[in-house]
């Protein structure tokens, strides 16, 4: 079955530091693949997606390469802000069902 | 444009009791989606409505069940409540034929069993 696997948290970082979460993913077909993320005491927002092998999803600094030959799609940032602390969260959806499989999410803690 | 809208925000139930919850779609989406979020978990996967149907289901009881009107509006019916079921349930939305599996989360509904 499918199946999404991320690292675990929390990630803490100081401001302006770069920003990597890892993401690998097990699926027959070719899903289409997505970062989400999730502020205290909300609900779930997508950050970027990827829908084929080699694209690149990006959106408010951050990216994400869909890459089928190591089966994933890391998160990255450049420069993170405080405000970019909440749980990130790597899903795919796969071929002829609409829905998502979800990882555990990742906590990212971004210090002053 | 109004995005997805979900009732109440927060409830508490006694274990055995029913629960209701409500689901309202963005506008244009014709297809909602429940999840279960336990604390500190990714979402689970419970059910999916289209044209009034389950068309997917995951692994939950048939405690759960739901429905879907015609303005394409959903509720999530949970009975015999347990303490496990505890949870954030979120609703998403999405086009049924849209190209992408993108779907549109709503805030949530914050279930705590005692």
């Known amino acids: 079955g499918n199946s999404v696997t991320q690292m675990e948290g929390p990630v803490t970082l100081s401001e302006e530091a770069f920003l990597t979460i890892n993401c690998t993913y097990t699926a027959t077909g070719y899903p289409s693949l997505f970062w989400y993320v999730q502020y205290p005491g909300e609900g779930l927002q997508l950050l970027l997606k990827a829908t084929k092998a080699d694209d690149k999803g990006s959106n408010k600094g951050f990216e994400a390469t869909y890459r089928k030959e190591t089966t994933s799609f890391h998160l990255e940032k450049g420069s993170v802000q405080v405000s970019d602390s909440a749980v990130y969260f790597c899903a795919l959806g796969h071929t002829g069902r609409r829905a998502l499989t979800f990882g555990s999410g990742t906590r990212l803690q971004v210090q002053p | 444009d109004a995005g997805v809208t979900q009732s109440p925000t927060h409830l508490i139930k006694t274990r055995g009791q029913q629960v209701t919850l409500r689901c309202s779609p963005k506008?244009?989406?014709?297809?909602v989606s429940w999840y279960q979020q336990a604390l500190g978990q990714g979402p689970q996967f419970i059910f999916q409505?289209?044209?009034?149907?389950?068309?997917q289901r995951g692994n939950f009881p048939d405690r759960f069940s739901g429905h879907q009107f015609p303005n394409y509006s959903s509720e999530l019916n949970v009975n015999a409540l347990l303490l496990g079921d505890s949870a954030l349930y979120l609703c998403a939305s999405s086009d049924q034929g849209a190209l992408s599996y993108e779907q549109y989360f709503g805030p949530g509904t914050r279930l705590t069993v005692t």
């Open positions: 506008s244009g989406h014709d297809t």
């Open positions: 409505y289209y044209e009034e149907e389950e068309r």
